[in-house]
């Protein structure tokens, strides 16, 4: 893509009603721009980030045996009367009349709906376990949304389903999606951490925020150093056994990881002193097991192998996509900009010109994005060497194509590595082999 | 995919609240479920076909030189206010108040909204033209939603959206959007004949509406036979070479063809009487030239060469994706079902298993399942084969495999093919190769 042609509204000013880092970020990289209070429009780069990372999302959710469906984002008032949650839920919930005077929310979260569609297509044991999933925005009225993405009312969420004959068979889900979590966060170049999490009346210990550990993160949490290096979901752990899975929930659970709200000193204690960490993390997921909750307040069941009704079994399962690409910005960044981990990177690579309208810089930059294609940002824009510096650290593409008159001259670019600041002079094709490994 | 575990609840009888094929095909074959009036569930089936369709309209754009952004669905009135389309919009546009009273709604398009964010982001002519589209939901009230996907409330559509310093400008970004919606038709397998449309006001010959020709479509339609035959947009013509987008356009643009709306009984007369076909047709696409309409009344205008201020001159071009789902079943069904066209078809091929349980055939159904990957759907239900043969034929998978004892024991099976009806009988590899084709 070329820059001079492209929706990428870079900002030298930093702007005023950003708080926090990511939020800075985010509108510096021109990759969003707010439209109303904590509503945003993702432009060209933004939207790439964020594609990435609900393609990563999608196809670890589908390799752990997940359906992909698309429920409505418009809801009927109704349907939450039947779980008792409309008039539980609060001023959250952005409540609409249509034409008709029908009484309607934006969806905040589909139990409701889900359950219902279940409820409607499926009857017997046979047709269980199943789990569902799907990315859709999704609206919460938040009182005083801030921090750009990471509190905005009008968020892209993954939010899953799994639906079990019994207990055992939603504990067996539970851990396949803890699985497939760690294995989601660990493709997004980030560290997160299963923390114990409040489940409510249920019980148990079927629940776990996953939080990523940042500075400017919400909750203070307290974790066993061992999680900074052990193996986060490798691809040696299968889903079709239940004893990987079984081991891997072991790991996890067994090590200490509580953000404030769930700390418990006795347990803190007994963790070694060397291997206490204390920090912040921003939640960027949650999941939960809530048994029968919904299938039998909207009298969903499904006929046994004796005849019996059986209520199923229920968990969900949240990923919160936009609110990641700010959580992950504050995870990786440094004072001049964006560091983006290659796999969620809106380009791969910046080609700079810096010497725009020099015959020689000009080909040889050309020829660069010719062969680098859709993963590359071409900036061909008539500016100042220190600009483009700027902007391409701002940007934070992993790797930065610098080409000057000299070294075109003799077909050398210059590759910087964005995150280790690495410098190396290359010729063409060993600069293109270096970025495209 | 297993359909034994899957969400893909097929029906045997015809929803009564159906009044049409494709919207009592998309409930029968277990796309879709209404959630609300005119508001649907996209089931795992429905899913990929959606998806399947947006991707196929996102690469055609990307290649036109669209930029992908995505902007929310809940905007501001105010916004509306600016270009006088609040109040003129009608009990169509759901309104919405927030917590803190504001007023808000849910877009019904985008007009608005880009202009701003180009009025905020773009400031010189060096930095036109530029042309963006995103693919959302948006939600139009309409006041009786019926016909399934086709007449719904909430809809999934790509609009997009051009930015010109002139007139001249403009006009090429309306050729190129027409070849690419061409190219867009053909590759989702059907075949769409671009009819001139109203203009408004502002005159001239650059609005089209694409239509999809179907017994069940809500407009009558008038066009010169050379449709069915030319070609519509092939891979010979370069987005580059403006020669290329001139000759297009004046072919599809100098044969006739015009909605009842719009038809002109003396140039009728001018076709030769053998050429002229009447039917019906389904929109699923419009594009539309406007000139400087929203860029005027909401201030956006870029600094020209010379100083001088410039208000851009736009388009608007939208295709509706939830809409060509009921769209193309229209233009593709029999009394047995769906006839997907295979680029669009939620699994290439289905793997039906006539004798659930006996080693042999079960093995060969997993292998060539295995092989398939996740492109097949494998009924492994313990069914009759009747119910298999009727459930494929109503979902529409381009190819089946029948796998039954005798012809396992061979290693053969039976291909058909669903929209020509052929059978064949061949060893699993042949098979195979048949269908990956």
Known sequence: MRLSRSLIPTLKETPAEAQIVSHRLMLRAGLIRQQSAGIYAWLPAGQRVL??????????QDRAGAQE??????????LWRESG??????????????????????????????????RDSVQSYRDLPQMLYHIQWKFRDEVR????????????????????????????????????YM???????????????????????????????APNGESGVFYDNAF?????????LSYDNQADLNAFFEQMTSLYAATDEKHDTEAWNNVPAQSRREGRGIEVGQIFYFGTKYSEAMGFSVVGPDGSKIHPEMGSYGIGVSRLTGAIIEASHDDAGIIWPASIAPFRTAILNL?????????????????????????DRPARAGEKFADADLMGHPWQLIVGPRGAANNQVEVKNRRSGERTELSADDALTKVLG
Chains 1, 2 share one sequence.
């Open 51 to 60: 594609r990435n990372i609900a393609n990563i999302v999608r196809e670890e």
């Open 69 to 78: 469906i698309l429920m409505p984002t418009i809801q009927a008032a109704d």
């Open 85 to 118: 949650r409309y008039d539980a839920y609060g001023p959250e919930m952005l409540r609409i009349r249509d034409r008709h005077d029908r009484e309607m929310l934006y969806g905040p979260t589909n139990e409701e709906m889900l359950t219902a569609i279940m």
């Open 145 to 180: 949304p801030r921090f750009g993405v990471l509190r905005g009312r009008e968020f892209l969420m993954k939010d899953g389903y799994s639906f079990d004959l019994d207990y055992a068979g939603a504990v067996a889900s539970y851990r396949r999606m803890l699985l497939a």
């Open 183 to 213: 294995r989601t966060f660990r493709r997004l170049g980030v560290r997160a951490i299963p923390m114990r999490a409040d489940t409510g009346p249920i019980g148990g210990d079927l629940s776990h925020e996953f939080h990523i550990l």
């Open 228 to 236: 900074e290096t052990i193996g986060l979901g490798d691809d040696t």
């Open 355 to 379: 010497r725009q309208g020099d015959a020689i810089t000009d080909t040889l930059c050309e020829s660069l994005h010719e062969k680098l294609g859709d993963a590359a940002l071409y900036d």
